[in-house]
Antibody, heavy 116, light 107 residues
Framework: QVHLVESGGGVVQPGRSLRLSCAAS????????IHWVRQAPDKGLEWVAVIWYDGSSTHYADSVKGRFTISRDNSKNTLYLQMNSLRVEDTAVYYC?????????WGQGTLVTVSS | DIQMTQSPSSMSASVGDRVTITCRASQSIRNSLNWYQQKPGEAPKLLIF???TLQSGVPSRFSGSGSETDFTLTISSLQPEDFATYYCQQTDYTPRTFGQGTKVEIK
């Protein structure tokens, strides 16, 4: 059974950093690209970043480019999102999602709150 | 970036109603259109991919149609568990973009 489990969220002050993790199980992690998607409180879905199955390519939303870094460790079946220079507007639930053409499995999300 | 526009943004409907949600892309995305359902406090769930292919395990009352710029999600007979927010998403271009969502509420 496919599972994606995010962790690492919490409350952080503006300008600080946080690293999210997404632990995968139940499928061959190294065969799939994985996305980070976020959802601000009572708002819609916003794509954040993607990393290819082998880590060879990454892409970012303009809103996070230069501040966030997506990476993966295929030996640990884990995806990461390093978030630096956090802003109040980065407050959201962050989901990881498997790319199988469509995004067929999502984690339950982890809440990041950026507040002074 | 490709803009995805859903209509309506919200709607009220009764159990048993036929519900139609539309999604329009700002330029052609061929059939690279997915639909997701999201309930409060839960992650989105894939319903339909490639505009009209039903994801495994999704009830057949859900269907999708369209191509290029205009797409439709139809629920043939609304059930109590279908009250949720629905999002379209294009996967033809990066960045992947979502519609703003359509909230289906109980009348």
């Amino acid at each position: 059974q496919v599972h994606l489990v995010e962790s690492g969220g919490g409350v952080v002050q503006p300008g600080r950093s946080l690293r999210l993790s997404c632990a995968a199980s139940g499928f061959t992690f190294r065969n799939f690209g994985i996305h980070w998607v976020r959802q601000a409180p009572d708002k819609g879905l916003e794509w954040v970043a993607v990393i290819w199955y082998d880590g060879s390519s990454t892409h970012y939303a303009d809103s996070v480019k230069g501040r966030f870094t997506i990476s993966r460790d295929n030996s640990k079946n884990t995806l990461y999102l390093q978030m630096n220079s956090l802003r109040v507007e980065d407050t959201a639930v962050y989901y990881c999602a498997r790319d199988n053409g469509a995004w067929d499995y999502w984690g339950q999300g982890t809440l990041v709150t950026v507040s002074s | 970036d490709i803009q995805m526009t859903q209509s309506p943004s919200s709607m009220s409907a009764s159990v048993g109603d036929r519900v139609t949600i539309t999604c329009r892309a700002s330029q052609s995305i061929r059939n690279s259109l997915n639909w997701y359902q999201q309930k409060p406090g839960e992650a989105p769930k894939l319903l339909i991919f490639d505009a009209s292919t039903l994801q495994s395990g999704v009830p057949s009352r859900f269907s999708g149609s369209g191509s290029e710029t205009d797409f439709t999600l139809t629920i043939s007979s609304l059930q109590p568990e279908d009250f949720a927010t629905y999002y379209c998403q294009q996967t033809d271009y990066t960045p992947r973009t979502f519609g703003q969502g359509t909230k289906v509420e109980i009348k």
